[in-house]
């Protein structure tokens, strides 16, 4: 696992999962029954290497305009091989091919087929990467209890933040993102001490739909009790429509709606009681220990005891 930190790689990107209506598409092709293996589809793709993941064994690929497939843009592939794995390298020019299997996707036949220097983080993407020590701005939302609140107002605390849309369909994204949240919840649970020092925050994207109505029935329900006092601990919010753009920019969070499914990247992050980034993580590339760790780091070096 990789993933941006105080003495990580900050040259991460953006993480895409692929289109709903392809997966659809794949399963109508031969109206599979639920039983049978789904129809494999497959498209010819190139692009070029902006990240590699060694412990998904996935790259996050810049693909060209696949024409009645796909536009241009970053998404991170599993690649089935680990002999066409390892051969890559950030900035390498590829050819492969998209396999769609039901609503899971991977890569085969990858080829490099150029090399090129990884350009520096300033000319590489129009798009911000949170860095370990740098300043989160006072973003606002409206939280599940129709509150309006800001990052702000989180400071002396250890913030884990993260962004989904309750109708994702995907096991792999929203909901496993949630499900995560909802065991690190239940952890801080049994150790009041360091509950105290931490805050959680799910931040949707959805703001035609999810309502703080909407969202407070998403929190009992991902959290799996019906309490209040569970939005002490970990809040929903979303932000005003107008106010997403730069919200999604600053954390690497991309997102389109294609009927009534959004596609969209993951994105999840640390942040001091300074307000100041700890770790950021693209993908799903963590667990509940992963941050639960990281809130343990961060909370012994507020108190001056700095981890070996």
Known sequence: MRRISVHGNSSKLFVSIIFLSLALAGIAAGTVACSKKPVEKRVAMTGKVLAIDDGSQSATIDANAIPGFMDAMAMEYKVKSPTEFKQLRVGDAVSADVVISGQDYWLENVRVTGHSTPPEKSDSSNFHMPTAGEEVPDFHFTNQDSKRIDLKQYRG???????????????????????????????????????AKVRLLSVSFDT?????????DYGFSVSGEKKASLFKQWEFAVPKEKDLPEIAHYFAVTYKAEGATITHSLSTAVIGPDGKIVTWYHGVDWTPDTLMKDIRQAAEGESGNKPA
């Not at 309750?166 to 009041?192: K, M, W």
């Not at 035609?208 to 407070?216: E, K, S």
């Open 208 to 216: 035609a739909n999810d309502t703080p109505h909407v969202l407070r």
């Open 157 to 195: 605390k250890i913030l884990l933040m993260t962004f989904i849309y309750t109708r994702c369909p995907f096991p792999d994204y929203c909901p496993r993102v949630s499900h995560n949240f909802a065991e690190i919840y239940h952890q801080l649970g049994s150790d009041p001490a360091l509950a």
